[in-house]
Protein backbone atom coordinates (compact mmCIF):
# COMPACT_ATOMS: atom_id res chain seq x y z
CA UNK A 1 0.00 0.00 0.00
CA UNK A 2 1.40 3.63 -0.91
CA UNK A 3 1.39 6.38 1.60
CA UNK A 4 3.01 9.44 1.41
CA UNK A 5 3.84 11.91 3.85
CA UNK A 6 4.58 15.28 3.59
CA UNK A 7 6.09 17.47 6.28
CA UNK A 8 7.45 21.62 6.28
CA UNK A 9 4.94 23.82 5.96
CA UNK A 10 4.55 26.73 7.88
CA UNK A 11 4.10 30.70 8.33
CA UNK A 12 6.45 33.00 6.64
CA UNK A 13 6.88 36.44 5.65
CA UNK A 14 6.75 37.72 2.18
CA UNK A 15 10.15 36.51 0.18
CA UNK A 16 11.19 33.93 2.77
CA UNK A 17 11.69 30.28 1.63
CA UNK A 18 10.65 26.39 2.90
CA UNK A 19 11.59 23.38 1.79
CA UNK A 20 8.37 20.73 1.83
CA UNK A 21 9.17 17.03 2.34
CA UNK A 22 7.35 13.73 1.12
CA UNK A 23 8.31 10.63 2.29
CA UNK A 24 6.75 7.83 0.88
CA UNK A 25 6.36 3.89 1.75
CA UNK A 26 4.67 1.20 -0.70
CA UNK A 27 6.83 2.54 -4.12
CA UNK A 28 10.44 2.81 -4.92
CA UNK A 29 11.31 6.32 -6.39
CA UNK A 30 13.98 4.39 -8.25
CA UNK A 31 11.46 3.21 -10.32
CA UNK A 32 9.60 5.08 -13.39
CA UNK A 33 7.43 6.95 -11.09
CA UNK A 34 6.29 10.45 -12.06
CA UNK A 35 6.81 12.46 -8.58
CA UNK A 36 4.75 15.99 -8.30
CA UNK A 37 3.37 18.67 -6.02
CA UNK A 38 0.24 20.52 -6.17
CA UNK A 39 -1.55 23.14 -4.03
CA UNK A 40 -4.97 24.10 -2.58
CA UNK A 41 -5.98 27.55 -1.66
CA UNK A 42 -9.16 28.27 -0.41
CA UNK A 43 -11.93 28.71 -2.78
CA UNK A 44 -10.01 27.49 -5.64
CA UNK A 45 -9.21 24.16 -7.37
CA UNK A 46 -6.13 22.02 -6.65
CA UNK A 47 -3.49 22.68 -9.48
CA UNK A 48 -0.21 21.36 -10.52
CA UNK A 49 2.95 23.55 -9.15
CA UNK A 50 5.60 21.10 -9.80
CA UNK A 51 7.03 17.13 -10.85
CA UNK A 52 9.59 15.31 -11.52
CA UNK A 53 10.00 12.01 -13.07
CA UNK A 54 12.39 9.88 -11.21
CA UNK A 55 13.60 7.73 -13.86
CA UNK A 56 15.60 10.70 -15.14
CA UNK A 57 15.02 13.65 -13.14
CA UNK A 58 12.85 15.33 -16.01
CA UNK A 59 11.13 18.18 -14.32
CA UNK A 60 8.20 20.67 -15.16
CA UNK A 61 6.47 23.48 -13.37
CA UNK A 62 3.66 25.87 -13.18
CA UNK A 63 4.73 29.18 -14.37
CA UNK A 64 3.99 31.16 -11.21
CA UNK A 65 6.50 29.23 -9.15
CA UNK A 66 9.16 28.62 -12.17
CA UNK A 67 12.28 30.35 -11.21
CA UNK A 68 11.34 30.55 -7.37
CA UNK A 69 10.80 26.59 -6.51
CA UNK A 70 13.08 23.85 -7.40
CA UNK A 71 11.63 19.73 -7.03
CA UNK A 72 14.49 17.26 -6.24
CA UNK A 73 13.89 13.69 -4.73
CA UNK A 74 16.51 11.65 -2.71
CA UNK A 75 15.85 8.18 -4.23
CA UNK A 76 17.88 6.58 -0.94
CA UNK A 77 15.58 7.76 1.18
CA UNK A 78 12.42 7.80 -1.42
CA UNK A 79 11.65 11.15 -0.72
CA UNK A 80 10.85 14.21 -2.71
CA UNK A 81 11.29 17.76 -1.85
CA UNK A 82 9.96 21.25 -3.26
CA UNK A 83 12.28 24.09 -2.11
CA UNK A 84 10.11 27.17 -2.36
CA UNK A 85 11.99 30.45 -2.39
CA UNK A 86 11.01 34.24 -2.48
CA UNK A 87 7.42 33.40 -1.55
CA UNK A 88 4.30 35.54 -1.53
CA UNK A 89 1.14 35.52 -0.66
CA UNK A 90 -0.35 34.26 -3.56
CA UNK A 91 1.60 30.86 -2.85
CA UNK A 92 -0.71 30.67 0.57
CA UNK A 93 -1.75 27.06 0.31
CA UNK A 94 -2.66 23.57 1.16
CA UNK A 95 0.45 21.62 -0.47
CA UNK A 96 -0.08 18.00 -1.36
CA UNK A 97 2.87 15.55 -2.76
CA UNK A 98 0.85 13.20 -5.44
CA UNK A 99 2.65 10.47 -7.04
CA UNK A 100 1.80 8.35 -10.58
CA UNK A 101 3.30 5.40 -12.19
CA UNK A 102 1.77 6.84 -15.59
CA UNK A 103 1.80 10.15 -15.72
CA UNK A 104 3.00 14.08 -14.54
CA UNK A 105 0.42 16.80 -13.52
CA UNK A 106 -1.59 13.88 -11.69
CA UNK A 107 -1.95 12.33 -8.37
CA UNK A 108 -2.80 8.82 -8.19
CA UNK A 109 -1.78 8.61 -4.34
CA UNK A 110 -1.59 11.48 -2.48
CA UNK A 111 -0.54 12.72 1.16
CA UNK A 112 -2.48 14.11 3.47
CA UNK A 113 -1.30 18.12 2.72
CA UNK A 114 0.75 20.57 4.67
CA UNK A 115 -0.04 24.35 5.31
CA UNK A 116 1.98 27.20 4.02
CA UNK A 117 1.00 30.23 5.10
CA UNK A 118 2.66 33.50 3.72
CA UNK A 119 1.98 36.68 5.68
CA UNK A 120 3.04 40.20 4.75
Known amino acids: QVQLVESGGGLVQIGGSLRLSCTAS?????????LNWFRQAPGKEREFVAG????????SYQGNVKGRFTISRDDTKNTMFLQMNNLQPEDTAVYYCGTSPTSMWRGDYWGQGTQVTVSS
Open 26 to 34: GHTFGMNWF
Open 52 to 59: IRSIDGNT
